[in-house]
């Protein structure tokens, strides 16, 4: 069974910097393309930045320029560096990893706080 376990998040006054991590674990196949997501109270979930497995990369246009997103294959382990955060960025951060063998799935981790102080 796939786990999604996220580390990372916290407290942080504006302008200032947090990384997140998330491992994929439980499946044989290699993991395709992974992302972070958001969700701010009362907001729908959205999309922050996804990696696919050639490092190829997207982000929300609210985001570019301020984080990076990245991976270790060899770890099922991607990465999320924010820098110079607003508090619009406060939210519940989620983990996402995408399967295409044996078939196509997508697995969501538990979530992570990030707060950001003005």
């Known amino acids: 069974q796939v786990q999604l376990v996220e580390s990372g998040g916290g407290l942080v006054q504006a302008g200032g910097s947090l990384s997140l991590s998330c491992t994929a674990s439980?499946?044989?196949?290699?993991?395709?393309?992974m992302g972070w997501y958001r969700q701010a109270p009362g907001k729908q979930r959205e999309l922050v930045a996804t990696?696919?497995?050639?490092?190829?990369?997207n982000y929300a246009d609210s985001v570019k320029g301020r984080f990076t997103i990245s991976r270790d294959n060899a770890k099922n382990t991607v990465y999320l560096q924010m820098n110079s955060l607003k508090s619009e960025d406060t939210a519940v951060y989620y983990c996402?990893?995408?399967?295409?063998?044996?078939?196509?799935?997508?697995?969501w981790g538990q979530g992570t706080q990030v707060t950001v102080s003005s």
């Open positions: 996402n990893a995408q399967y295409i063998r044996p078939s196509i799935r997508v697995y």
């Open positions: 439980g499946s044989f196949f290699r993991v395709n393309a």
């Open positions: 990696i696919t497995s050639d490092y190829s990369t």
